[in-house]
């Protein structure tokens, strides 16, 4: 029996991210922040799926741009674009911000304070 539980747990584990309060179900494609629902655009999901599969980790701007428009990618305004549109929707209405910048390399989601001013 233990060892179904720990199966079971493994599984469930392995369809849900979760950052801090902010967890996205892969099966379902539910993003809750705080018991809060947010709706999100396909594009906004993927790059939800890419930054918390990541977390902490500083996750490129190629990377990001590669897992919505494979081998075309658009300029840098339209990631920069949909990136403004998922802070807004999963960083808005709260206090502590999870999504951050990485100037000139690319994009994290961390639930720690720390911000990255300069990446040299």
Do not use: C
Request: aromatic residues 2%.
């Amino acid at each position: 029996l233990e060892a179904l539980v720990r199966r079971a747990r493994r599984q469930v584990a392995a369809v849900r991210l979760q950052v801090a309060d902010l967890s996205l179900n892969l099966a379902t494609s539910q993003v809750q922040r705080a018991g809060q629902s947010i709706e999100l655009h396909t594009a906004s999901r993927q790059l939800l799926e890419e930054l918390m599969r990541a977390s902490p980790a500083v996750v490129r701007r190629e990377r990001l741009e590669r897992a919505i428009w494979g081998d075309t990618a658009p300029d840098h305004d339209l990631l920069r674009s949909h990136i403004h549109l998922l802070r807004r929707a999963i960083d808005g209405p709260f206090a502590h911000k999870l999504l951050q910048t990485v100037p000139r390399i690319g994009y994290r989601l961390s639930a720690s304070l720390e911000r990255v001013d300069d990446a040299r």
